[in-house]
């Protein structure tokens, strides 16, 4: 079958929740993909941000491998071998203290609710806390995750949503004070925008609204489900603010591939939050998933993954900061590490369809801004190939 025959049946089968671009992507190999009928792409967008070692790491995949003639799953009722190594590592590389495997993002910010509401309820002996989450934030499409996402276009079908949630502005720490009180038990945000547009935290509103936690004895819950696991040049983009949270999430780049998130927090919430029966999972952190985070991890200190990182994030930036020079229809390149975007007064979405047209895959943060996500093994070349094609894509959309 070609890839047209494939699209074909898959959207008689599929329940059309996405508008798929119309390629089917087949195999992959570093950080390039080729999809069913042979053509080859640059990939820019690491499956959004996934991933982060790109395609055909034969130490990763070897590892899977071993795992499946051992053993696959064996639920949360007994301990298994790779969770407890991967808990460990992953500790090791975030400075928390306890962890709880998921299945997806959403679920690592579904526990973390609910961790924060527990908090609140052990330490005051009454329910109904409130949470504060930012505006154009996005934290997942279940439906305690849409309640703290602040994007009226996401919600408005599925109200009513989890009450309790009051919503301020990203780096506006005076709109995080109006809204916070006696009854805050957590401010939940991403330590950089992803969906909303590549906003990364201003230092002094991380801050501020860490001292304001403290104040209220709230939880600072981040969300790096996007913006983790080396993606902004350290292995979580909050230790470049030195902002350590009560509560992290992880995902994505997590596993690389496989279905795994995490929910990260300090042995002083861990004490007052979740006990037995509190919350759970059947397939959370079986024995393939978490083989797969523990190798992951190995490779990326292997690899030296975050100096990396903030090599090419120079690089890209660089490049990028031409494109804008020389480009009028970009108005605005913003971003951290290799997460970066820019904001285009003309369609992102045709820009990224015509990208795909000439084998380069990126994909849009909204209407307008172009996200840049590359696997963090990218190399200097792979960026300035990049820039060859976006440069004369953005001069046809000019000429237009």
């Known amino acids: 079958m070609n890839s047209m025959a494939y699209m074909e049946q898959a959207n008689q089968d599929l329940l059309h929740t996405y508008n798929r671009y119309g390629i089917v992507l087949e195999s992959g190999e570093g ?9 080859k792409y640059l990939d820019f967008a690491a499956g959004i941000g996934v991933c982060a070692l790109g395609y055909g790491n034969e130490a990763y995949n070897q590892a899977l491998k071993e795992q499946i003639d051992k053993l696959l799953h064996t639920s949360n009722l007994y301990y298994n071998q790779p969770a407890m190594q991967a808990a460990r590592k992953l500790k090791a590389i975030s400075g928390m203290d306890r962890v709880f495997f998921t299945n997806s993002g959403a679920e690592a910010v579904e526990g973390a609710i609910k961790a924060a509401k527990k908090y609140a309820f052990t330490r005051d002996g009454w329910a109904g806390h409130e949470i504060i989450a930012m505006r154009h934030s996005f934290h997942g499409r279940s439906l305690g995750a849409l309640s703290v996402t602040g994007n009226r276009q996401y919600q408005e079908a599925f109200e009513p949503l989890l009450p309790g949630v009051r919503f301020a502005d990203f780096n506006d720490l005076d709109s995080v004070k109006a809204q ?5 038990c957590a401010v939940l945000l991403e330590t950089v925008q992803g969906e909303g547009g590549i906003y990364p935290a201003e230092k002094e509103f991380l801050e501020g609204v860490a001292r304001l936690c403290k104040e209220y004895d709230a939880l600072l819950i981040l969300d790096e489900i996007q913006c983790g696991m080396g993606r902004c040049g350290r292995m979580f983009a909050w230790q470049e603010y030195a902002v350590r949270p009560d509560i992290l999430t992880t995902a994505k780049a997590l596993g690389c591939g496989v279905p ?4 990260l927090m300090t042995e002083r919430v ?9 919350h759970g999972t059947t397939y959370g952190g079986n024995p393939l998933v978490c083989a797969a985070v523990s190798k992951t991890i190995e490779l990326m200190e292997q ?3 975050e ?3 903030q090599k090419m994030a120079h690089c890209l930036w660089n490049r990028l900061e031409a494109l804008k020079e020389k480009h009028t229809c970009i108005t605005e390149h913003r971003g951290m590490g290799l997460m970066q975007g820019l904001e285009l007064s003309v369609p992102a979405g045709e820009a990224s369809r015509l990208a795909l047209e000439r084998g380069l895959i990126l994909i849009t943060a909204g209407a307008n801004v172009l996200r840049f996500l590359p696997p963090l093994i990218i190399k200097e070349q792979e960026i300035d190939a990049m820039y060859e094609i976006l440069d004369g894509i953005l001069q046809d959309m000019e000429a237009r």
């Open 31 to 39: 950080v390039y993909l080729s999809d069913a009928d042979g053509k």
């Open 260 to 263: 795994v998130g995490a929910f």
């Open 303 to 305: 690899m030296q993954i």
């Open 270 to 278: 861990a004490e007052k939050s979740l006990a037995p029966g509190d």
């Open 307 to 309: 100096e990396h990182v």
């Open 180 to 184: 916070i009180g006696d009854k805050t």
